[in-house]
């Protein structure tokens, strides 16, 4: 049971390249979500989905697309990378009210 | 969506309790009450979650103010490794959203 990946661990791009996050999980949770957590500070919601097929926006959603084609990936996107998206970049998935499992994060740097 | 207000920091010593509050004054009947932790360069740690009751796990135990606008985290014993980011967070029942406030920043001294 390898319980939530991400892909890759660490990335550096260049400004205005796109590229994936993957996010994989095998626990059959229904809801993923996407997180970024900058520098000394707490972790933001970029987008969430609550099945397949269904996503939506969180705290701060510009920049990034999202799509849920199965249960068990998740993926975010970036469409023109830009400084102000270096972060950690988190995944996460939940079943029902219960605790939310967390990946080891993608470290994110954009030049 | 409900917000928390947490400590900024705390400090306790090795193998003494540890009690981290939580307010959510706001907190709507069906929002549960989370907890997590995050040690220094890792993905947030589930610790344990309620809804009115209090709760005890392997971890900690999670005590639920009776009109539900406060909570406490309980460590029953503090270890080193217990240093770390402690979240509360209200989870949606309706949704997957969790949206993380910034913490308490606990520190054990040996």
Redo the contacts between chains.
């Keep these: 049971n390898a319980g939530v990946t991400q892909t890759p661990k660490f990335q550096v791009l260049k400004t205005g390249q796109s590229m994936t996050l993957q996010c994989a999980q095998d626990m059959n949770h ?4 996407w ?1 970024r957590q900058d520098p000394g ?5 970029i987008h ?3 099945g397949a097929g269904i996503t ?1 926006q ?2 701060v959603p510009n920049g990034y697309n999202v799509s849920r084609s199965t249960t068990e990936d998740f993926p975010l996107r970036l469409l023109s990378a830009a400084p102000s998206q270096t972060s950690v970049y ?1 995944c ?1 998935s ?1 079943r029902g ?9 993608t470290r994110l740097t954009v030049v | 969506d409900a917000k928390t207000t947490q400590p900024n920091s705390m400090e306790s010593n090795e193998e003494e309790p540890v009690h981290l509050p939580c307010n959510h004054s706001t907190i709507s009947g069906t929002d ?1 009450i ?1 907890w ?1 932790r995050q040690l220094p360069s ?5 610790v ?2 309620g ?1 009115t009751s209090n709760v005890n796990n392997r971890m900690a135990s999670l005590a639920i103010a009776e009109d539900r606008k406060s909570s406490t985290l309980i460590l029953h014993r503090a270890t080193l490794r217990d240093a770390a980011v402690y ?1 509360c967070i209200l ?1 949606e ?1 309706s ?9 308490t920043q606990l520190t054990v001294n040996p």
């Design positions: 229904e809801y993923m979500s997180y500070m707490g972790l933001r919601l969430y989905s609550v939506d969180g705290e988190f996460a939940r009210t219960g605790g939310a499992f967390f990946g080891q994060g | 549960y989370h997590y890792q993905g947030p740690e589930y344990i979650h809804l979240y989870g029942t949704g997957s959203r969790l949206t993380f406030g910034e913490g």
